[in-house]
């Protein structure tokens, strides 16, 4: 379809529907009090609109629910199985292929053999699971960002790509670790589901041909990247989103995918490789902790979903509205004044918390600040991406904050309309109003990792 009205009407018509309940300003108070602060201890029946993540929380197709009622649930060579396989192999041209419970199961069967104490794993940016698999190891995991990318009102098309020059350079100055693997994650979820180019993705795999090093693509949101190269890269507008997913797939050793995401599935991973003896490893750790190599972890039915989601997540009119719809929350909100991270990237819309609220100092942390007042205003989830989440101390309890406060509102799959996003809107206008009038958070409970999941925090 041509694109030539302002609006940007969902290319899909709803046909059952789940309610959800406005809750009084009274009764979110006093839910985010007994959740500690903390968006991820409240019950979903209190959030009105769920911007938490994008990862397992969207809307399927009628043709992945019939495919569900027609899955075969057998526990070895299942039809829904050999189909999920076909189409991951056409997909990715890759021989090799373990379905996963989730993205995190396949790193941590990959990492787990790839890794240990002596290993280091380069990246543009490793995602949480990520780094925590492979720390888990004892291995080091660096990221490999250029440091212009991190300027956040900057129009560069491509932010999310590895910076070529620091990764030679610890290719080649790697004195007493192995390079165990080139982990390049698209599209780049930490920096602001940024995409990474074609280009990028060509380079790198130049560079670890050169110094033998394996190239593995973590490609949860490889659609969403394949769209930001049909539109931004010279040489790819004639070319489908399906066919540049296909080209960058090629380049790499090995393929991670989160199904969770572009898998447009509730629960789903995959893992990928062009190694048959590495496969082999990776079939042993499959059978003994996710399931047999056939369904490793999931349903039938499950994968007959991933197989028709993987297929429909490239049409056109879904990717355009998807990017568009993304866009058109992160549009509005940089022309009401409120610090987005430029350009908007595929998933989600990145607030800059720090200078939306330049009084709150950033060891009370103003990305909660703004979490939880979304939340109080008007009933909307997302999660702070700054120094609760990343922050570490020093030998004097004192706070290394991160590199940047950030607040993600992540836009589930096909789930919520535009008068939903006008929604969230209308509540930063409040948020504008009341930015000066507002107090930080002090954490009062924390886990040893992983702390954002269940730290408590107190209002100041
Ligand atoms: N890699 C990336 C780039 C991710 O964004 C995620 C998950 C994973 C791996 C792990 O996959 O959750 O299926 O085990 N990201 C989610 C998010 C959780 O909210 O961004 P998983």
Known sequence: MEYIFKTLAEPFRIKMVEPIKGTTLAHRKEALHIAGNNPFLLDSKDVYIDLLTDSGTGAMSQKQWAGMIMADESYAGARSWLKLEQVVKDLTGMPYVLPTHQGRAAERILYGILGGPDKVFLSNTH?????????YTGATALDLMPDDLTEQTLFIPFKGNMDLRKLEYQLANQANKQVAAVILTVTNNSSGGQPVSMENAKAVRVLCNRFGVMMVLDGCRIAENAYFIHHREEGYQHKSYRDIAHEMLSLADAFIMSAKKDGMVNMGGLL??????????CINQLIISEGFTTYGGLSGRDMEAMAIGLQEVFDEDYLHYRIRSTAYLGEKLKEMGVPVVWPIGGHAVYIDAARL????????????????????????????????????????????????ELVRLAIPRRVYTQSHIDFVLEAF??????RDNTSGYQIVYEPPFLRHFTTRLKKL
Do not use: H, W
């Open 127 to 135: 995602f949480d699971t990520t780094r925590a698999n492979i720390e």
């Open 272 to 281: 990928c490789m062009k190694d048959q003896e590495l496969s082999l490893k």
């Open 357 to 404: 609220f330049p009084n709150i100092p950033i060891d009370e942390y103003p990305g909660q600040v703004l979490v939880c007042e979304l939340y109080k205003i008007g009933g909307i989830r997302c999660v702070e991406v700054g120094s609760m989440m990343f922050g570490k101390y020093d030998t004097n309890g004192q706070l290394i904050p991160a590199a940047q």
């Open 429 to 434: 206008d409040y948020i504008l109003k009341m």
